[in-house]
């Protein structure tokens, strides 16, 4: 026979449970105040940070700015000091010249920079990676030899902040880590770095080709990128023997580069080429030519338009005949053609679609 519960084994047992009950109730109040509490000293925060980054920049000098005593007393909180310093990146990012001067300023004075550099030392590398982001937006050119040291972290986030910062404050000079990069620079990436590089110092040359002749596809892509951006012309023999690189996105953007830089050969080289290329290459010369209505290409691209083996490759080709200015020649050819020419339909897209 089963043991049967004693009366005050029963009543200890529901004790127990009104208890734990008790104690789920009191921590969800205890965690609800507390969330209600740091909701209501944002808001407070918020108006008193606001009104004091109006009044700075619209009232203050760079030699000269106003300390208010509030802002004082809460930069003893360490949630408040997180808060001030987003505030205050946010702000500089939307105000340059004295404005932007003014909220340096501002940082060094409350000793923000304090709080960027215990970011910057965290273990957690979220924390890291907004350390280097506030040191770069406040141009805290001091911390670049720590953020340096985070090019080889082992978190990818904190790497990519730290080759940002480099670039920013260094310029084409900080691309230097690209010597030695065994990563992959993604699209994006790419995009961010090369839109802090202003201008190529004039012994730039040698070190674009050795990433041109490097081993790293992303990094002979944004090589290429600099290239198209600063149009350095100089390089455009040299991209032909880059054209051989076994990876198909490098030759893609090669030939973007050759394009971009359009000097009088160019189009002549590439379609020699053309015969002994893949579809998508074949293709990106194509729409070269349109871009850079090379009219010595013509006859090419008539030939093409009636021999390429796909319908896709002879919708771009008329295309870039249109560009080029060749629209009489695909009307008439259209009027021309029987009701079932596949390329009757391939010019009824182009030519309808450009009206």
Do not use: C
Request: net charge neutral; hydrophobic share 45%.
């Amino acid at each position: 026979m089963e043991p049967v519960l004693t009366l005050h084994e029963l009543m200890i047992g529901i004790l127990t449970i009104l208890i734990l009950v008790f104690l789920v109730i009191l921590a969800l109040l205890i965690f609800s105040f507390r969330e209600y509490k740091i909701v209501e000293s944002r808001q407070l925060w918020k108006k008193l940070v606001e009104e004091y980054l109006a009044k700075v920049i619209i009232e203050g000098s760079v030699d000269e700015v106003y300390i208010d005593k509030d802002i004082t007393y809460y930069l003893k909180y360490r949630e408040f000091r997180r808060y001030f310093l987003n505030r205050l990146v946010e702000s500089e990012r939307k105000f340059s010249g004295v404005a932007a001067q003014i909220l340096k300023r501002v940082f060094y004075i409350y000793h923000l920079n304090e709080e960027a550099y215990a970011l910057l030392r965290s273990k957690k590398p979220y924390l890291i990676a907004r350390g280097i982001q506030v040191l770069k937006v406040m141009r805290a050119e001091e911390a670049l030899p720590e953020i340096k040291s985070m090019l080889n972290h082992n978190h990818l986030s904190v790497r990519q902040e730290a080759q940002y910062a480099i670039v920013y404050f260094e310029g084409f000079e900080g691309l230097a880590f690209l010597d030695q990069f065994n990563g992959v620079l993604s699209d994006w990436q790419q995009l961010r770095i090369i839109s802090f590089i202003k201008q190529l110092p004039k012994d730039a040359i040698p070190r674009l080709l050795r990433w041109l002749y490097g081993a790293n596809p992303s990094v002979i892509i944004f090589s290429l990128k600099l290239i198209q951006k600063f149009k350095v012309l100089e390089l455009h023999a040299d991209l032909i023997q880059i054209l051989n690189y076994p990876n198909h996105a490098v030759q893609l953007e090669v030939i973007r580069t050759m394009f971009s830089l359009d000097v009088f050969d160019t189009s002549e080289q590439l379609v020699a080429r053309f015969p002994f290329m893949e579809e998508a290459q074949q293709q990106e010369i194509i729409k070269g030519l349109g871009y850079t209505r090379a009219r010595d290409q013509i006859d090419f691209l008539k030939k093409e338009l009636s021999i390429y083996p796909t319908q896709r490759g002879r919708v771009n080709i008329a295309d870039s005949l249109f560009s080029i200015g060749e629209f009489n020649y695909l009307n008439n050819l259209r009027l021309s053609l029987n009701e079932g020419d596949p390329n009757l339909l391939v010019l009824n897209h182009v030519l309808d679609n450009k009206r």
